[in-house]
């Protein structure tokens, strides 16, 4: 369990909803309204995406955008719709790009934070590859501390597994966690946290940067 997530989440999800009701921005208040439902809120709408997308590419077109955004129970009218979908179609091709669009929707972040995210990254990620995976943590993650491997019911590598899966794509877990998957958690996590100083903190206290 990662130290503190739950009740930043939690934090995070009320100052959403606190934040929708002030903000005129299509993009943003589509934004809230996946972060009002914690940190994976984004990925979420991801998962519902992926889902639709039935050929593969990876685009929506307007359609299966308003679709999505329905199936995922996001409260927007037609208008609001096209807006936000006109300020994605940069190329007016009549599709988005989905990958790129969860990327612009997931909340921005300072250099510094990037940086600390980073130092995470590259500290669990013990073969510099780019990518963490069950064999990086072995010597980083202790699992033994596992309430399900105390009691007997996960072996160590479950333990590690479950661990990447907080961080893989929702709709992709395949055990290895890139460093983009691992930067779009963060990114749910550090709209919950006012300042730097606060955010490094907790990242150096989590990970004993």
Same mark, same amino acid.
């Given at each position: 369990? &990662?130290?503190?997530?739950? +009740?930043?989440? +939690? %934090? &995070?999800? #009320?100052?959403?909803?606190?934040?929708?009701?002030?903000?005129?921005?299509?993009?943003?208040?589509?934004?809230?309204?996946?972060?009002?439902?914690?940190?994976?809120?984004?990925?979420? @709408?991801?998962?519902?995406?992926?889902?639709?997308?039935? *050929?593969?590419?990876?685009?929506? *077109?307007?359609?299966?955008?308003?679709?999505?955004?329905?199936? $995922? /129970?996001?409260?927007?009218?037609?208008?609001?719709?096209?807006?936000?979908?006109?300020?994605?179609?940069?190329?007016?091709?009549?599709? #988005?790009?989905? %990958?790129?669009?969860?990327?612009?929707?997931?909340?921005? &972040?300072?250099? /510094?934070?990037?940086?600390?995210?980073?130092?995470?990254?590259?500290?669990? !990620?013990?073969?510099?590859?780019?990518? #963490?995976? =069950?064999?990086?943590?072995?010597?980083? $993650?202790?699992?033994?501390?596992?309430?399900?491997?105390?009691?007997?019911?996960?072996?160590?590598?479950?333990?590690?597994?479950?661990? @990447?899966?907080?961080?893989?794509?929702? $709709?992709?877990?395949?055990?290895?966690?890139?460093?983009? %998957?691992?930067?779009?958690?963060? /990114?749910?996590?550090?709209?919950?946290?006012?300042? !730097?100083?606060?955010?490094? =903190?907790?990242?150096?206290?989590?990970?004993?940067?």
């Amino acid at each position: 369990q &990662m130290p503190g997530t739950a +009740r930043h989440d +939690r %934090e &995070m999800a #009320i100052q959403a909803k606190r934040n929708l009701s002030k903000t005129t921005d299509p993009v943003e208040r589509l934004r809230l309204q996946c972060l009002a439902r914690g940190s994976a809120g984004i990925k979420g @709408l991801g998962r519902v995406f992926r889902v639709m997308d039935d *050929d593969n590419s990876r685009t929506l *077109d307007f359609k299966e955008f308003v679709k999505g955004l329905n199936d $995922y /129970a996001v409260m927007i009218d037609k208008e609001e719709a096209q807006e936000i979908f006109r300020i994605f179609d940069k190329d007016g091709s009549g599709t #988005i790009d989905f %990958e790129e669009f969860l990327v612009t929707l997931r909340p921005p &972040m300072s250099n /510094a934070r990037k940086e600390i995210i980073m130092q995470a990254f590259r500290k669990l !990620d013990k073969t510099g590859d780019g990518v #963490i995976t =069950i064999e990086d943590l072995r010597g980083v $993650y202790n699992a033994k501390h596992h309430p399900k491997y105390q009691n007997g019911d996960w072996t160590e590598d479950q333990v590690f597994r479950a661990f @990447l899966d907080n961080f893989d794509s929702p $709709y992709d877990k395949d055990g290895k966690v890139t460093t983009e %998957e691992f930067m779009n958690y963060y /990114a749910g996590v550090s709209a919950s946290i006012d300042t !730097d100083v606060y955010f490094i =903190i907790m990242m150096k206290n989590a990970w004993k940067l």
